[in-house]
């Protein structure tokens, strides 16, 4: 599976980013989407999750300003980012899980989202 990240950039505190994930390959061992971020000097953080029937999962600090969708007949998946705050800056991943390992094995290269005036 290979998986194809778009949409960062630099965008202002208060401002809107949207990202998007196309996923091709092996489709049919995908099942959960999401998007991680690794801000620097920190750790990879979960984001938000998707599943197939479109149940999401959002960390607690993006509760109310990002929402994740998905598009299962397109293979994808994206972050609307709203309210967006200079500690939203970060290198976003998204992420597929494999339905037989039972993890996220797939990752896309990485976008880089900087909120700053």
């Known amino acids: 599976v290979q998986l194809q990240a778009s949409g960062g950039g630099l965008v202002q505190p208060g401002g809107s980013l949207r990202l998007s994930c196309a996923a091709s390959?092996?489709?049919?061992?995908?099942?959960?989407m999401g998007w991680y971020r690794q801000a620097p000097g920190k750790q990879r953080d979960l984001v938000a999750t998707?599943?197939?029937?479109?149940?999401?999962n959002y960390a607690d600090s993006v509760k109310g300003r990002f929402t994740i969708s998905r598009d299962n007949a397109k293979n994808t998946v994206c972050l609307q980012m709203n309210s967006l705050k200079p500690d939203d800056t970060a290198v976003y991943y998204c992420?597929?899980?494999?339905?037989?390992?039972?993890?996220?094995?797939?990752w896309g290269q990485g976008t880089q989202v900087t909120v700053s005036s």
């Open positions: 992420a597929a899980y494999n339905r037989f390992s039972r993890r996220y094995d797939y």
């Open positions: 998707i599943t197939n029937s479109f149940s999401t």
């Open positions: 390959g092996s489709i049919f061992s995908i099942n959960d």
